[in-house]
């Protein structure tokens, strides 16, 4: 079975610090993709970063990086210089080649405060 | 370019009433997934349509029916809906559902249509 668990159901933090947004999986499947996703009150799913389970060297996007460690099974979100339009809910989720399908985690809500 | 739209963006609709949503995509992408989605909760995978086929329903009552007449557009087409049907629905759109690429495929979602039944 493949599951998400996202184990903070909500996060503070100040404008211009970096926070981290807590993701572990578990799956039997050999070949997977992680992503995180941001859902802003507007209620759109905005892509954010890809982090493949082959791939060598930690995903990043611009403020955005992924913290993968796959012995542990996490794939936590770094968001640096945090900004008052990064306050949204934040859905890590994975994708593996055994059923396709995209199971998601029960999200994340982060505020940062002015 | 990576977006998908959605229209309406809002739809209020009795328990009698028939509507449709409908979603678009110019992306090339050959999959495209309807998705549920109630308050703070994660979205929950509704069907799957691969090259305009319906690949996937996940058990979804038949008063929601989905349409793909060509590659770029999705419809849902509601019918009788339930008070508890109200939420906010998503569509997607990847390149692919299947393959050894799967867990590579990203999908893009459109900005959803908030459906209060009353």
């Known amino acids: 079975a493949q599951k998400i668990t996202q184990t903070q159901p909500g996060m503070f933090v100040q404008e211009k610090e970096a926070v981290t947004l807590d993701c572990t999986y578990d799956t039997s499947d050999p070949s997977y993709g992680l992503f995180w996703y941001k859902q802003p009150s507007s209620g759109e799913m905005i892509f954010l970063i890809y982090?493949?389970?082959?791939?060598?060297q930690n995903a990043t996007e611009g403020r955005y990086s992924l913290n993968f460690q796959k012995a542990r099974k996490s794939a936590n979100l770094v968001i640096s210089a945090s900004q008052l339009g990064d306050s949204a809910m934040y859905f890590c989720a994975m994708r593996g080649t055994l059923t396709g399908k995209l199971i998601f985690g029960q999200g994340t809500t982060l505020q940062v405060k002015p | 370019d990576t977006e998908v739209t959605q229209t309406p963006k809002h739809l209020v609709m009795g328990m009698t009433n028939k509507k449709s949503l409908k979603c678009e995509q110019h992306m090339g992408h050959r999959a495209m997934y309807w998705y549920k989605q109630k308050a703070k909760k994660p979205p929950e995978l509704m069907f799957v349509y691969s090259y305009e086929k319906l690949s996937i329903n996940e058990s979804v009552p038949s008063r929601f029916s989905p349409e793909c007449p060509n590659s770029s557009l999705l419809n849902l087409h509601l019918h009788a809906l339930q008070p508890e049907d109200s939420a906010l629905y998503l569509c997607?759109?990847?390149?692919?559902?299947?393959?050894?690429?799967?867990?590579?495929?990203?999908?893009?979602f459109g900005p959803g249509t908030r459906l209060t039944v009353l």
């Open positions: 997607a759109s990847s390149h692919t559902t299947g393959g050894g690429e799967i867990s590579t495929d990203t999908q893009y």
């Open positions: 982090q493949g389970s082959y791939d060598q």
